[in-house]
């Protein structure tokens, strides 16, 4: 799979890609209608089904990149996806079909997640610590907070105003970033792709700049978050 190949959804949203969208779904039409005389009883997929399937997809698996199209219908056409209870193809085996081929992509993304083995989990002390050295490293690590905690109300109280607005924006930015997610997609959608979508929005809006923003346009003010 190739990491630098654009999803649908990353085609859609920007104007700048509308002409390479437009090019892969010709190119998709066309390996679909070359693709369904694989299928018993394909015949039955007009011009008009065919477009229609290509974009239904790209609408249902915005996560899909046009290879991972081109590959389930080379896993379609091997009756990787088939049932011996499914004999002739339709538009809602078809699209059963790719739901499946999504199933396989989300316990792909699953099994790259690296969790760490019995012995990595195991941290072996480079040497004993005895009941005072535990309570000397707490007292610090306390003492540490608390004068973190003292800079920052210090800094703060000096404008109070303006952390105000920082706290409401900053909850502003976490409802933004997930109303997007639930604007690109369904609400039955996998909680990978979920979290997908919410990664793009935090990706291209920048917490920092958009609290900065946010507060500008709100309040009318410029503010500078360090």
Request: proline share 4%; hydrophobic share 35%; net charge negative.
């Amino acid at each position: 799979m190739n990491p630098e190949l654009k999803n649908f959804r990353a085609l859609s949203t920007d104007k700048d890609n509308v002409e390479e969208l437009r090019r892969y779904r010709i190119l998709m039409i066309a390996k679909l209608a070359d693709s369904i005389k694989y299928f018993k009883g394909g015949n039955i997929f007009d011009e008009a089904m065919i477009v229609d399937f290509v974009d239904s997809v790209s609408i249902e698996f915005p996560n899909w990149k046009p290879e991972d199209f081109f590959l389930f219908l080379e896993k379609a056409k091997r009756a990787e996806f088939k049932t011996e209870f499914e004999h002739s193809i339709s538009f809602d085996l078809l699209f059963t079909w790719a739901r499946k081929y999504d199933g396989q992509l989300l316990d792909a993304i699953e099994s790259q997640r690296i969790y760490p083995s019995e012995n990595e989990s195991k941290q072996i002390p480079d040497r004993i610590y005895t009941e005072s050295d535990v309570q000397e490293e707490l007292r610090r690590f306390y003492d540490k907070i608390e004068g973190k905690k003292k800079k920052v109300v210090q800094t703060r109280s000096k404008e109070p105003e303006l952390w105000q607005h920082v706290r409401l924006a900053q909850q502003k930015y976490r409802e933004a970033r997930i109303e997007y997610a639930q604007t690109v997609e369904s609400p039955d959608a996998h909680p990978f792709r979920k979290l997908a979508a919410e990664q793009e929005f935090v990706a291209d809006n920048p917490e920092k700049f958009w609290i900065e923003n946010y507060i500008e346009e709100t309040f009318g003010y410029k503010a500078v978050i360090k």
